[in-house]
Each structure stands twice: as structure tokens, then as C-alpha cells.
């Protein structure tokens, strides 16, 4: 597992849409904090007692659930704010990937932006190494909902921290400004990197 020692640098100056007020609780107040939670919970491991471990209640099965979600929530963040800071058309070896996979750019953004309403925390285009196809998933949780071999590309985060300081309840409004700042060269980049392994 990798190692945090510190929070990743953002990709971005500004985006559209999205307030600095946001990205700074965002990025700075809740993603750092995951970082450090993590960095907390690598050093807790090290001395936990594991002559008493459990399934019902024991130091280390807590920190094990305890790291599964905070580890989650790190790369999660880091695969949303990743990908923002660009702008423009679509373009690059994904648009084929999701033309391919979804019969057209237009059919798989549909399905996306919907799920974006439907889930409860993520929305994430992930290759998936089990059929070598691209599919999206959604995820309640930063621990639930993951499929084991699919490697994500491009992540939406729908929990209300993303987008309620700048839209209240109007989530749809968020999914949109997400869009106008999704980094294609950045995403497509990444797509051909982990469909080629």
C-alpha cells in the first residue's frame, strides 16, 4: 500500500463553477484530513494487539475497517480532483473507449450524469480488467461498492461537501459545472496508461 506522507498538490488553480470556498474544504479540510487520518491509523497498526483479534470486536479488526475507508477516500479524492482543471471538448483514446463501450459519448455521459444523481457518494468510469470494457459504477461509500480489477478513470464525487456550498440541493446544476472542468488529455492519458497494462 502506499505510503502518505503528505496530501497531493492540486492540479488546478480554479474552476468553473465550483467556489475556492469549496475546493478549500474539500481539497483542504476533508481530503487532507483523510490523509492524515490515514498516516494515524498506519502507525496505530503497528502496535496493535493482534493476539486478541476477533470477528466480533477487537483493536485490529476496527483499524483494518478503519483503514479500508479512509484508504478509499484518499484515492477517491485524488482521482477526482485529478482530472479537473481543464476544459473544452472531449478528446483522446477515451472517446473511443467510450464510444466503443457505451456505443456513443453522448449514451455513456447520459448514464453518468444520471447515476450522478443516483448515487450517494461516487459516480466512477472505471476500466474494468475482468472484460476489458469501460462501465460505470457507483459507490454509497468510500468502502463499498468498489469491483475488485477495475482501475478508475474518471470520478465524480455527489456527497454534499462537493457542491452544497455553491448549489444547495441542486446537484444536477454541480454535475454540470464538474463536466465544464473535466481535464480530457489528463483522463484519456490515464485511460490509455491502464488499458494497456
Do not use: C
Not at 474544504?25 to 503497528?46: A, D, F, P, T
Not at 484508504?71 to 473507449?97: M, S, T
Not at 459516480?123 to 463499498?144: C, T
Not at 473535466?182 to 483522463?187: A, D, F, G
Amino acid at each position: 500500500m502506499k505510503k502518505y506522507e503528505e496530501a497531493k498538490k492540486l492540479p488546478f488553480e480554479e474552476l468553473k463553477g465550483i467556489s475556492q470556498k469549496t475546493i478549500e474544504n474539500h481539497y483542504g479540510k476533508l481530503y487532507q484530513g483523510y490523509v492524515k487520518k490515514w498516516q494515524e491509523i498506519q502507525e496505530r497498526l503497528k502496535n496493535a494487539d493482534k493476539s486478541t483479534a476477533n470477528a466480533v470486536f477487537s483493536d485490529l479488526r476496527e483499524l483494518k475497517l478503519e483503514e479500508g475507508f479512509v484508504a478509499d477516500a484518499v484515492l477517491l479524492h485524488e482521482a477526482y480532483f485529478d482530472i479537473l482543471g481543464g476544459g473544452g471538448e472531449p478528446k483522446g483514446e477515451i472517446i473511443d473507449g467510450i464510444t466503443k463501450d457505451f456505443n456513443s459519448f453522448d449514451d455513456w455521459q447520459t448514464e453518468f450524469k444520471a447515476l450522478g444523481l443516483a448515487a450517494r457518494g461516487w459516480v466512477i468510469l472505471a476500466f474494468d480488467f475482468n472484460d476489458g470494457k469501460l462501465r460505470n459504477y457507483i459507490a454509497d461509500f468510500h468502502n463499498q461498492g468498489g469491483i475488485w480489477r477495475a482501475s478508475p478513470i474518471l470520478v465524480l464525487d455527489v456527497y454534499e461537501h462537493a457542491y452544497f456550498m455553491d448549489y444547495g440541493a441542486d446537484r444536477k446544476s454541480y454535475i454540470e459545472a464538474f463536466f465544464q472542468n473535466l481535464n480530457w488529455e489528463t483522463i484519456s492519458k490515464k485511460f490509455s496508461k491502464i488499458a494497456k497494462k
